[in-house]
């Protein structure tokens, strides 16, 4: 099976600011999680959040209603307030116009269970193929136990709040040096039969809301930009006879997701001498 990483939208601002060459959507989809009609994708990875802190700058792990809130316009922070940048894409269904309830899902990927449900952030976790992590947050019960191997269709667990304000779910991904990834290209690796036979870091199966980000806010004393603007983006192109370009696979707004969709594509393709490349293009942005 053909692994093509695709177009990610790694921002929800920065999609809107530059106009892309889009030829496929590979955003995670509700139907591939198995969940209910009418399901929202509701929030974007890397885009910057804002949360209530406390008299010496940590975040409460019990968060006011209102809080946290994704920043549509440029922001100034106030004292008791501080932003992260939000890793994961979250789905919200709703039974009624008012209340959501709790609703079963399923993995939409290949791999093996890692954790199964514990912690503070009800977070179940699957390694893929590649030794990937992909996370799901928020859950009440976990229909898996660690050792499990999952395929799409597998009954994952159930959304819910555990740590947050509302029953959601929440997705993200790691590479297996801890560093967060689209987790959108993480679920179009981990449509791949598992392989890797490796073990993760025990450190990195559980969430951890402060991982490295490729993609940041910039912030002026306490004003936080709503609006990233990447200074370039990188394009990964299939590489044919004479040098030209068969194929495009995948635009990236940090070189570390383009190198990654680069090398899945040889990994699924070992019989290829075509080469990948990944090309840097410098992005217009305004300077004020």
């Known amino acids: 099976m053909r692994i093509a990483c695709g177009v990610i939208a790694i921002?929800?601002?920065?999609?809107?600011?530059?106009?892309?060459?889009?030829?496929?959507?590979?955003?995670?989809?509700?139907?591939?999680?198995?969940?209910?009609?009418?399901?929202?994708?509701?929030?974007?990875p890397f885009v910057a959040r804002v949360y209530k802190v406390d008299d010496v700058g940590n975040f409460l792990k019990k968060q006011p209603d209102g809080y946290p809130f994704t920043l549509r316009n440029d922001y100034v922070l106030k004292a008791d307030e501080d932003f992260r940048t939000h890793q994961?894409?979250?789905f919200y269904f709703e039974a009624s116009k008012s209340k959501p309830v709790p609703v079963d899902f399923n993995a939409g990927v290949n791999g093996v269970v890692v954790k199964a449900g514990?912690?503070?952030?009800?977070?179940?976790t699957v390694q893929i193929y590649d030794g990937t992590l992909i996370q799901y947050l928020h859950t009440t019960a976990s229909h898996v136990k660690v050792g499990?191997?999952?395929?799409?269709?597998?009954?994952?667990?159930?959304?819910?709040?555990?740590?947050?304000?509302?029953?959601?779910?929440?997705?993200?991904?790691?590479?297996k040096n801890?560093?967060?990834?689209?987790?959108?290209?993480?679920?179009?690796?981990?449509?791949?039969?598992?392989?890797?036979?490796?073990?993760?870091?025990?450190?990195?199966?559980?969430?951890?809301?402060?991982?490295?980000?490729?993609?940041?806010?910039?912030?002026?004393?306490?004003?936080?930009?709503?609006?990233?603007?990447?200074?370039?983006?990188?394009i990964v192109e299939v590489i044919g006879e004479g040098g030209r370009v068969d194929e495009v696979i995948g635009e990236f707004f940090d070189y570390q997701s383009a190198s990654r969709c680069a090398?899945?594509?040889?990994?699924?393709?070992?019989?290829?001498?075509?080469?990948?490349?990944?090309?840097?293009?410098k992005l217009s942005v305004d300077k004020k």
């Open 148 to 175: 499990d191997l999952v395929t799409p269709e597998t009954k994952l667990g159930v959304t819910g709040r555990t740590g947050a304000g509302k029953i959601h779910l929440h997705i993200q991904a790691k590479d």
């Open 88 to 90: 994961g894409v979250d």
């Open 11 to 44: 921002l929800v601002a920065a999609s809107r600011l530059f106009a892309q060459d889009v030829s496929r959507d590979d955003r995670i989809k509700p139907e591939q999680l198995g969940l209910p009609k009418g399901t929202q994708r509701t929030s974007e």
């Open 263 to 281: 090398i899945a594509w040889g990994d699924s393709h070992p019989e290829s001498l075509k080469l990948t490349r990944e090309r840097e293009v």
């Open 178 to 234: 801890g560093n967060a990834i689209s987790p959108d290209l993480a679920f179009r690796l981990g449509q791949s039969k598992l392989q890797s036979k490796e073990k993760p870091d025990p450190t990195l199966i559980d969430f951890d809301p402060d991982i490295y980000s490729p993609v940041k806010a910039n912030v002026i004393e306490r004003k936080v930009t709503a609006a990233i603007k990447p200074e370039s983006k990188w």
């Open 118 to 124: 514990d912690g503070q952030w009800g977070t179940i």
